[in-house]
């Protein structure tokens, strides 16, 4: 974000990608990409890159950590090194520190953790290719692979960011629209009832804004929503013909 207004990203009502300001990027969605995970995902949004794998539920190790409750959540957000144009450093950082916590906590309000005492649930989602928007992809892409790993979970979640851009709310900013855009809003919903689960704000907005940011990101997750669906329906309906 920046407040940076020499860079011109809205012109004639058109976004430099084209796009206009409710359009999403293309999204491509495959569960079920890797032989050896529970269940997996590969997603596109854009020109991110994101592939999901999911574990479990399997004894919880080490055993201090079992919830006699309830399964524990590990969602663990990695930014592969060549991701980036500048190479990032591997491993670990405050920043997939975070975004992995509030990815597991959005992930919790929807998997039935309670009917699996003492588990855990590994979902790893590594960004091969990143363009702005990744935790989006991720956490939408982690939803899947845990439905291809045959996990119970009252819905789905889907993402999507709003923001402002040339002082216009936009959806899903791209990379030049991050770095010369005003704010940037990433939100993650249960698509049926609106419950926000995930809600990041990074620059400002007025009131009324926020309100048409929100309205914006309800209305693009539900769209991602249905690109989830209609894959998973591809893969098993296909499975179920014998395709
Ligand atoms: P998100 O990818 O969820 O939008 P950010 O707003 O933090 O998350 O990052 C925006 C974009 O900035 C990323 O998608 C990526 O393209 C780039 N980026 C983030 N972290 C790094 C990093 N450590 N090195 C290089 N580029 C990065």
């Known amino acids: ?5 020499d860079v011109q990203l809205i012109k004639n009502g058109k976004r430099l990608s084209g ?3 409710e359009d999403l990027r293309e999204i491509k969605i495959q569960p ?5 995970a529970d269940g997996s995902c590969y997603l596109e949004w854009g020109n991110n890159k994101v592939i999901a794998a999911v574990y479990g539920p399997k004894e919880a190790m080490p055993r201090h950590t079992q919830n006699p409750l309830k399964a524990v959540m590990n969602y663990k957000y990695n930014m592969a090194p060549f991701s980036v144009e500048d190479r990032k450093r591997p491993g670990p950082d405050r920043r997939s520190t975070e975004i ?8 919790s309000k929807v998997v039935l953790l309670e009917k699996f005492p003492n588990m855990q649930i590994d979902v790893f989602v590594d960004v091969l290719q990143a363009d702005a928007g990744t935790r989006c992809a991720a956490l ?3 939803s899947v692979a845990l ?11 889907a993402c999507c960011a709003a923001g402002k851009i040339d002082n216009k709310v936009v959806v899903d900013l791209d990379k030049p629209e991050d770095n010369h855009g005003q704010a940037d809003v990433p939100m993650a919903v249960i698509p049926r009832t609106e419950e926000i689960v995930l809600l ?8 009324d804004e926020f309100k048409t940011a929100m309205r914006m990101a309800i209305d693009g997750s539900k769209k991602v929503n249905e690109i989830q669906i209609q894959a998973l329906k591809e893969k098993y309906q296909g499975e179920l013909n014998g395709d």
Do not use: E
């Not at 439905?147 to 979640?157: H, N, R, V, Y």
């Open 100 to 107: 992995s916590k509030i990815s597991g906590a959005a992930l």
């Open 140 to 142: 939408s892409a982690a």
């Open 1 to 5: 974000m920046s407040s940076n207004t």
């Open 32 to 36: 079920g990409v890797l032989d050896n």
């Open 200 to 207: 990041q704000m990074d620059g400002h907005l007025t009131a």
């Open 147 to 157: 439905a291809d790993a045959g996990i119970p979970m009252t819905s789905l979640i």
């Open 19 to 21: 796009r206009k300001l």
